[in-house]
């Protein structure tokens, strides 16, 4: 029998971002007109996710920004595997008691770093507020005596980040969180790496040269100490298995 609805749902609901991290289309403006999903498409869209078993409501942007997400995830059934990427720095109470309420099954958080001077080089935020909305959101779910959302923290690695690789998990721990995931740059041709040349802080963020391809053994150290400190505290570190997690010493490729 073939469903009548889908049974996986991949949808955008925003293109537009609060943040310009550095190493994002949105840092260097090559996110064509962004905005956020029409809700009257949300609502068209939400009808047919009775079915749905997988469900990703994120993209390019941030999805807590669009009030479009909201109206899907109030639609979201029971038991779906459903997940967003989100910065978590617009977690006000309004929207985490939504979040909580709802059947959302994953909240994977855009972290990127262990130390406030790193997270804002990189992102250009707060860390310390991001830290508290994690903290915040992980207290309301156990409030609601519910097992889910999980909350996954994750890193995008990049020479500027990888000696706080142990760091991010021992963070991640204390802060309670359910797992970190560790993602590496994706290697893009070298004309398209280039145009990823941009300042925050006085900091020169090189795409190229931040790609731990140019650092491998280095690479390769960091993540093995991370993943030991995982299961030091017993927390489950994922790692970029798509890309390949260890690089040859010579960089000249994956493991």
């Not at 059947?103 to 991001?130: M, P, Q, W």
Request: with cysteine; proline share 5%; aromatic share 6%.
């Amino acid at each position: 029998m073939v469903a009548s609805t889908p049974v996986m749902v991949t949808l955008e609901t925003s293109s537009i971002c609060n943040l310009r991290c550095v190493m994002c289309p949105h840092s260097i403006g090559a996110v064509e007109r962004p905005k956020h999903l029409e809700e009257a498409l949300a609502e068209t869209v939400g009808r047919f996710l009775g079915q749905a078993k997988s469900v990703q409501l994120h993209g390019i942007g941030e999805p807590l920004a669009s009030p479009a997400f909201w109206s899907v995830l109030e639609r979201l059934p029971e038991g779906c595997d459903a997940s967003i990427n989100t910065n978590l720095t617009l977690l006000d109470d309004r929207r985490l008691s939504r979040l909580v309420a709802s059947n959302i099954g994953l909240i994977n958080v855009s972290v990127d770093a262990a130390t406030a001077e790193t997270y804002r080089k990189i992102r250009g935020h707060a860390f310390e507020e991001l830290t508290r909305n994690v903290e915040r959101l992980i207290a309301a779910r156990a409030d609601a005596g519910k097992p889910r959302p999980l909350v996954y923290l994750n890193m995008t690695l990049m020479r500027a980040n990888i000696e706080e690789a142990p760091a991010f998990v021992e963070l991640a721990a204390g802060l309670g969180a359910d797992a970190v995931c560790f993602w590496h740059l994706n290697r893009w041709p070298d004309q398209e790496m280039a145009r990823y040349r941009t300042e925050k802080g006085g900091w020169v963020f090189d795409y190229a040269a931040e790609g731990l391809w140019s650092h491998p053994a280095l690479s390769n150290r960091c993540l093995r100490e991370a993943v030991e400190e995982g299961r030091r505290l017993g927390l489950p570190v994922h790692l970029d298995h798509n890309k390949g997690v260890f690089f040859d010493e010579e960089g000249s490729g994956h493991d």
